[in-house]
């Protein structure tokens, strides 16, 4: 029995809340050796001060050295193995842009590139054209009809799409395009199994086209599909752990992510941790779990922009009471990976997390931040562990075996 | 997919160096309780403040409780599942003396014993016979013929050798012939499936030769032959985390199971720490990781010498700096297992693991201790982690998902 079939079997409903707010990509590293993070940097007397009624530990999204992507850093929050439950790349790159993606359509991530005269690549990015002249070309591309499916040509940014395919019968399991490397020919889109070689000759027929349309429109004169995939149709979310459940997030890709494990997204009036936070309190009563996100402190990690992260983490501290007012039974704190200003990337470090709770233990720790939770009442835990350990501190899991 | 095929899916290659420097057997228990282990009794300076700039943990090696072997200890510490890849005794024991083992061949280790007018073993180790007898028994033993296969017979030290077949169909699925105790008569092999029926057979027909050979050669009068085994055929460790990989160690054993998963095994002029680190110094271009390998804190270990053990830590202490100034992008030093002298054996307590580099986290830790580094950022691991981690902090693993 995995994770998820235990979880079904034991969890029951009550009239208790579930507050599981995640800052996005908050987990830091020292810009000097011995310095503070980003999180220690900040002046968060709220989240400190419920640090010290917590319990408080770290968190591993994945597995040691593991860099997650927000895909598998998302599921694992929400109690999924991303090493056993995929999101392929397609699927993600059209949910991130809102697409109201069906259950059997095939997307794929596509990138515009430049080939020379002999249709060998000079660069897969083309130049990273701008996100208008990537828009263009995409308008071009809609004009291609496939034979008993419809297609669908979405933006991305600057030099990335996505196509969709709706029709019956398709299948995602076919080969990247994009050959990796330049100074080759973009590869046909192979079908790596039976069942997808009909969709296979319908993206060899789409980029047939493609190739025409796009020849005279240097730098980005050709394309490239990656990550094929059809929803992965997981187990759900409300289903498994017996929670009306609510994602509150700004950004498509989490809402995206939310929709697929079956949430329901709500819609927010800004973008502020504070804006949120007011989302939760006028759905209160609809819901048992709410899935807050921040993503600001994961783009300011991208950027490198050690101050701009540790501003968002502070604007998270100052709305925090309006949060702790709705009184949940059970908060959680954490990040889905962390994101160090100093790298500018997602990466492995494990993230600092509190869980408050009336049945939470006490531990000696009195501020929320990597160094300090080290010593505390969770241990070293994993993300797949939270939601167990969430729903048991609501007295939402039955006791297992007699 | 399990962690080897998911490193293989998301190393990439760089120009950074890893070294991974195993004390064997350095972690170790006090002598009385409440006193300090050898590692905590040693003058160690140069491993304390490595300690102090580094992120510290402790590490165990398969699970709790689980003391061991030389060859799990080591997988382990290469990445390798040692519950999942499985080296035979027999198979090390070959790899250990530099023996040229092919893929089918059966290896096992022998030991020459004494046995007394009844055919009873007295002294299971023959009274550690110097070397050179060992390897006057082991050139009579060559003249033993056996119909279809080739046999090896190879010295190793002291009362040990190695006893290779080489030929069509054989297998190694076969019981030791060494019951482990004295006062009783060697076991014939005997088969534990039935494709090793021929290869038990063909073990006997060598064994009873040599027993009338042997018999007039008191106190090596008789052996045991243990560990039947073929090569596992493991994935290769340079192919998995794309590293060009060396192993610097003194002694067969480390040389041999080094090979096994694939990594060049460097000479070394001298046998010492300072030895070692030259060694890694003179190839520093040529490999991207290399495996340093110290002997001595386990031999100390395994003789209950608690001062001797305390000494060879102090001897890498005093060599450190050597394999510092090469400013490696990341430095593991760890243990492939526990010998405390209190035991004079292996053991199974969790090993102190410091890892140095620019994107560590900092933690509290100031001495390289098995007290000390409980409280450490990496918090508790197991040996399978360390490789994940040292790739990520040498910016040689690519994001899981997007």
Not at 51 to 66: D, E, F, N, Q, T
Not at 81 to 92: A, F, K, M, S, T
Not at 190 to 205: F, I, K, Y
Not at 302 to 320: M, P
Request: proline residues 7%; charged residues 20%.
């Amino acid at each position: 029995m995995n994770q998820l079939e235990l979880m079904q079997e034991l969890s029951i409903k009550n009239n208790t809340k579930i507050v599981l707010l995640v800052l996005d990509g908050v987990g830091g590293a020292p810009m000097e050796p011995g310095g503070p993070t980003e999180l220690e940097a900040g002046r968060t007397p709220n989240l400190d001060a419920l640090a010290a009624r917590s319990s408080c530990g770290m968190s591993i999204a994945v597995a040691p050295g593991i860099t997650p992507g927000s895909g598998p850093g998302h599921l694992s929050l929400f109690g999924y193995d991303p090493l056993q439950y995929e999101i392929g790349r397609g699927v993600l790159e059209a949910l991130g842009i809102g697409f109201d993606l069906q259950p059997a359509d095939v997307a794929a991530r596509g990138n515009f590139c430049t080939v020379d005269a002999n249709g060998l690549i000079t660069d897969r990015r083309a130049g990273r054209i701008p996100t208008e002249e990537g828009a263009t070309r995409v308008e071009l591309l809609r004009s291609i009809q496939l034979p008993g499916v419809q297609t669908f040509v979405e933006p991305v940014k600057e030099y990335r799409f996505v196509l969709v395919l709706r029709g019956e019968g398709l299948a995602g399991d076919i080969h990247d395009t994009d050959p990796q490397q330049t100074g080759v020919a973009p590869l046909p889109a192979v079908a790596h199994s039976q069942p997808a070689e009909q969709t296979a000759e319908l993206a060899n027929r789409w980029i047939t086209e493609a190739t025409h349309m796009l020849a005279d429109h240097p730098p980005a004169n050709m394309l490239t599909l990656r990550g094929f995939a059809v929803d992965p149709n997981l187990p759900k979310f409300p289903d498994i752990h017996k929670l009306r459940s609510a994602a509150v997030a700004v950004y498509p890709m989490y809402k995206g992510v939310s929709r697929l494990v079956g949430m329901e997204v709500l819609p927010v009036d800004g973008d502020a941790p504070a804006d949120e936070f007011e989302t939760v309190r006028q759905n209160w009563e609809k819901y048992d779990f709410f899935f807050v996100h921040i993503k600001k402190t994961d783009s300011a990690g991208e950027d490198g922009d050690f101050e701009g992260k540790v501003h968002v983490i502070e604007t998270v501290d100052e709305a925090l009471p309006d949060l702790l007012d709705l009184e949940p039974d059970v908060l959680v704190v954490t990040g889905d990976h962390s994101t160090p200003a100093l790298l500018k990337s997602h990466s492995w470090h494990a993230l600092p997390i509190m869980l408050s709770a009336r049945t939470g233990r006490r531990d000696l720790v009195t501020e929320f931040g990597e160094t300090a939770c080290l010593g505390g009442s969770l241990g070293r835990i994993r993300h797949v562990d939270i939601m167990p350990l969430a729903l048991a501190h609501a007295s939402r899991l039955a006791k297992f075996g007699a």
